[in-house]
């Protein structure tokens, strides 16, 4: 009877993780599993319009295929599944690569939830044949069981088009500041002394860190911390730990190049720091750090060894011009360090919506300045709107029952499994340092990068049509 209960608690806890996170693949049916666990499923249930397609010469999953929309002036999905109240993130994904044969990259509007929007932007470059995604993300409290992700059209010669939808519960803990009609759009995300992209499974909650350090600019010191392990039990926003095993290090350090518009936007900013040596009786590292002319944090930084330490603004007006400014205290013998760093611009659905859909972000909304799409990590591997949706719970289910039987029978038989690799991108286009040591964020609304999945064969778990 024991085992029956632990059966059943497990079982449930898979079921409850399965619907809390979703990944939809774009313009596919059928569903599959990727190289680290992740589990894809197709479009059909979610959304009525558009069509769907897939990329010459790619073979991966999921970039292989998308769905674009020729018309309608608004296009959603709908009925995807997430925890009411529960703060989430929310990604998603377009990859052009000429797939109309028009050589015009497109710009369109994304609105989540009818509640957040942002603005994309193609903006790769027709003059060569490199792959480059961009990627909006926005993290808010669904007030429902399930939102919709739409894609508003902005230019009567531009057609919308989407790759990806990734959905991932937080802790509630987690983003403490976040308001209830807020959302948290994404203009950058930082690992600061890595040399590859950290994600899922190394963070959990499915954020994407892009790193940075000495290879951007040669006035930076890359630091690895010397603790065995470091403590993020007192940081709410529960960064991973590799990230804070990481840092950079100098004097008079700038971070500079930030993805907002020139206008301003109000921002949500979060440091993260953890001191990567040992210091002696005799050392001391203390700085105090600024967004333009504001404290960040109300007192000065004292980094603690194996130790992770969080600083948090928020309602400050920031603009593309902004810099974060670190500053040593006069008793610091020891130049300032940062590990992560966040930055979002606050959209308030309780304010004027901005028209067709979604809450006013003056960073991206309509009516707003747009932000800069001024980079992305590149990569990739070549070789029916407004009526109600099916609900997709079904072949979520179905695919999380045949998860637990899969690894239930692993107690009783041998199971081969590939070694998961971490996400990595084949290339950047990190921007360059400029000078006077300002480094910049190397972060914009909208990011590109390949996963060590798309490397790798997918496990399927159902056949796909396409």
């Not at 309608?72 to 044969?101: A, M």
């Amino acid at each position: 009877m024991a085992a029956v209960s632990l059966f059943l608690v497990f079982f449930l806890s898979i079921i409850t993780f399965s619907l809390a996170n979703i990944s939809i693949d774009c313009g596919t049916t059928g569903s599959y599993v990727d190289s680290n666990n992740v589990t894809w499923v197709g479009d059909e249930g979610f959304v009525t319009t558009g069509e769907s397609m897939k990329i010459p010469d790619m073979v991966k999953k999921p970039t292989n295929t998308l769905r674009y929309f020729l018309t309608g002036q608004t296009n959603c999905y709908t009925n995807i599944p997430v925890t009411k109240d529960l703060k989430t993130l929310v990604r998603t994904k377009f990859y052009y690569e000429n797939y109309d044969g028009k050589f015009a990259p497109p710009s369109f509007d994304v609105v989540y939830d009818g509640k957040h929007r942002d603005f994309v932007e193609i903006t790769e470059s027709l003059l060569n044949d490199e792959e480059i995604f961009y990627l909006s993300e926005v993290i808010f409290a669904p007030a429902n069981e399930t939102i919709s992700v739409c894609l508003l059209r902005t230019s009567p010669s531009d057609n919308p088009f989407i790759s990806s939808i990734e959905v991932y519960s937080l802790d509630a803990g987690m983003y403490a500041d976040l308001g209830p009609n807020e959302g948290f759009i994404l203009r950058g995300r930082s690992t600061y002394g890595a040399k590859e992209i950290i994600s899922y499974p190394l963070d959990p909650y499915g954020r994407l860190w892009f790193p940075l350090g000495s290879d951007t600019s040669l006035t930076l010191t890359d630091l690895s911390t010397s603790a065995p392990s470091i403590d993020i039990t007192g940081v709410s926003n529960k960064p991973p730990e590799i990230v804070l095993s990481k840092a950079v290090s100098e004097d008079g350090l700038i971070l500079s190049d930030l993805a907002l518009p020139l206008t301003g936007s109000p921002v949500y900013l979060a440091l993260y720091f953890s001191e990567p040596q040992s210091l002696s009786r005799t050392q001391r590292r203390s700085f105090n750090v600024y967004l333009d002319n504001t404290q960040v944090g109300s007192r000065p930084i004292v980094p603690v060894f194996g130790k992770a330490t969080q600083v948090v603004l928020r309602d400050v007006v920031a603009t593309s011009a902004s810099q974060i400014v670190f500053l040593s205290t006069s008793d610091s013998d020891l130049p300032p360090i940062i590990s992560g760093m966040e930055l979002y611009s606050i959209s308030d659905s309780s304010q004027d919506s901005g028209g067709g859909g979604g809450g006013k972000d003056d960073s991206g909304g309509s009516g707003g300045a747009k932000p800069r799409a001024n980079n992305a990590v590149e990569g990739g591997t070549k070789s029916n709107g407004g009526n109600k949706k099916k609900n997709k719970l079904p072949l979520i289910l179905g695919v999380t029952f045949a998860s637990a039987f899969a690894i239930l029978s692993s107690t009783v038989g041998v199971i081969f499994f590939k070694k998961r690799q971490n996400a990595k991108p084949q290339s950047n286009t990190i921007p360059t340092i400029s000078s006077g040591h300002e480094v910049g964020t190397g972060m914009s609304p909208l990011f590109g990068q390949q996963f060590a999945s798309d490397t790798n064969d997918s496990n399927v778990v159902q056949d796909e049509n396409q």
